[in-house]
């Protein structure tokens, strides 16, 4: 995938939450990016995703 359309799978996908009243932070679209590039796999994006839940959800 070259980084155009990374860069167009990204910004279509974050126009669909902002429809949906959702937002996507830095962070979450820095690691899409990654994950898109294979800079990153599945399951190392997924435990980052929790990670980040969680440490969200306890105020850490």
């Known amino acids: ?3 155009t359309e990374i860069n167009t799978a990204i910004n279509n996908a974050e126009a669909s939450l902002i429809i949906e009243g959702l937002s996507v ?3 979450t ?3 899409c990016e990654k994950l898109l590039a294979k800079e990153i796999t599945m399951s190392e994006y997924i435990a980052i995703i929790k990670k980040n839940a969680m440490v969200s ?3 850490i």
């Open 1 to 3: 995938m070259s980084q």
């Open 25 to 27: 932070s830095k962070q």
């Open 29 to 31: 679209k820095a690691l």
């Open 57 to 59: 959800q306890n105020g």
